[in-house]
């Protein structure tokens, strides 16, 4: 017990006398920056696969002959790949607009 308290008083000490530059900086325009980027990644992301799938549907609807369960699976494909895009969009643009509050709310929070 004795050796533990004797090993642990100058790890407290140090940690308690740090200075701050041994501290990472709070910058939160960095952490900002870096999740609009990821966003953006996101949704150019699924953008190129609603516009995959756009066509892959746009391609079964003219191949179905006449087909009702073909034309009709091609139709809930452009359908869905509409809805999941819509979805996409909505939530990029909420996340725009989040970002534009809390920018104004934070003053743009830099130290």
């Known amino acids: 017990m004795k050796k533990i308290m ?3 008083i ?10 701050p530059a041994l501290a990472a900086s709070a910058d939160v325009t ?3 920056t870096f999740i609009q980027s990821v966003i953006q990644v996101l949704v150019t992301l699924a953008g190129l696969i609603a516009a995959g799938f756009f066509v892959w549907g746009g391609i079964g609807y003219i191949t179905s002959s006449g087909n ?4 009709d699976r091609s139709k809930k ?4 790949s509409a809805i999941g895009l819509a979805v996409v969009l909505g939530a990029f643009v909420l996340s ?3 970002t534009q509050l809390a920018t104004g709310a934070f003053g ?3 130290q």
Do not use: R
């Open 6 to 8: 004797v090993l642990s």
């Open 77 to 80: 494909t452009i359908l869905y």
């Open 30 to 32: 960095k952490i900002q």
């Open 96 to 98: 725009n607009v989040v």
């Open 68 to 71: 009702p369960e073909a034309l």
């Open 10 to 19: 100058p790890l407290v000490t140090f940690l308690l006398m740090a200075s």
């Open 108 to 110: 743009g929070a830099t």
